[in-house]
């Protein structure tokens, strides 16, 4: 388990204000800090998370990645991302590209989020410990060749995975 000092900070991002990007707002953060995203879209993607913190929305909170790249990669440990609505990413068939991926991290929360219109949903790759919980994962495209898995765990150890709802993937959940 990860445990932080009392001196953890609240950073909140708005569209137009101080902090007006999750890149920038993430940059901001240190080590068990909370993300605060406010109610707006953001057109973002290849968003990195490589320290642990709470990425939280509010409603009306949309990630949007513009059909381009994966959109948030945590590559830390004790990363927990909730309430978003995160749509578009991209489409390759070579490649697999994620709305959210995990690389190579353990006691990550993936919890109540909407997920919208992409190849892979949540990958995970080489996590472990991990929670899958609560998230609305749907997919619009045309045929299976055009989508991936809804959740996919590759290499992936003690992943609890419950009470998620995935559509118009070609798996909802692969191990």
């Not at 898995?149 to 590759?154: E, V």
Request: proline share 2%; with cysteine; glycine share 10%.
């Amino acid at each position: 388990m990860i445990h932080f000092a009392s001196e953890a900070r609240v950073i909140r991002v708005f569209p137009g204000g101080a902090v007006a990007t999750i890149r920038e707002g993430v940059s901001q953060t240190k080590p068990g800090d909370t993300l605060w995203i406010g109610k707006g879209i953001y057109r973002e993607s290849n968003i990195i998370i490589d320290k642990p913190l709470l990425l939280s929305g509010s409603v009306g909170a949309v990630i949007d990645g513009e059909k381009k790249n994966e959109i948030i990669i945590i590559k830390s440990d004790g990363v927990t991302l909730q309430g978003l609505t995160i749509r578009n990413g991209g489409y390759s068939s070579y490649n697999d590209i994620a709305a959210i991926r995990i690389m190579n991290a353990r006691h990550v929360r993936i919890i109540d989020n909407h997920i919208q219109n992409t190849f892979f949903g949540i990958y995970s790759q080489h996590a472990s410990e991990s929670l899958i919980e609560h998230n609305s994962i749907e997919s619009n495209a045309a045929d299976e060749l055009q989508s991936a898995n809804g959740i996919h765990c590759w290499k992936s150890d003690r992943m609890l995975i419950r009470n998620n709802s995935v559509t118009g993937h070609r798996d909802g959940i692969y191990f």
